[in-house]
């Protein structure tokens, strides 16, 4: 099983980043998939959540109206499009599949910084 962040970088307060998750190893199209980020010094929190059809999506309070998750299951990707960036969306970005095993990305890394 492997889910591979990719799309992280440096960008300037306002800026936009788009991040990508690819999956393998295991059924992509039956997973609900997640975002979380954690930020220095502080714990990993949700970011946004898609079902399994990307029929509904849900997201953290702060992100509301400024990231939007998505999903191609025939290319077995999630994605973050991360508009309206604030310095404290700096952070370690990464990818989830829920379930009785728990898998993970190793993160990708996003820095919102003039």
């Known amino acids: 099983v492997q889910l591979v962040e990719s799309g992280g970088g440096l960008v300037q307060p306002g800026g936009s980043l788009r991040l990508s998750c690819v999956a393998s190893?295991?059924?992509?199209?039956?997973?609900?998939m997640r975002w979380y980020r954690q930020a220095p010094g502080k714990e990993r929190e949700f970011v946004a959540g898609i079902v399994s059809t990307g029929g509904t999506t849900t997201y953290a309070d702060s992100m509301k109206g400024r990231f939007t998750i998505s999903r191609d299951n025939a290319k077995n990707t999630v994605y973050l499009q991360m508009d309206s960036l604030r310095p404290d969306d700096t952070a370690v970005y990464y990818c989830?599949?829920?379930?009785?095993?728990?898998?993970w990305g190793q993160g990708t890394q996003v820095t919102v910084s003039s």
């Open positions: 989830n599949a829920p379930g009785p095993t728990d898998y």
């Open positions: 190893g295991f059924t992509f199209r039956s997973y609900v």
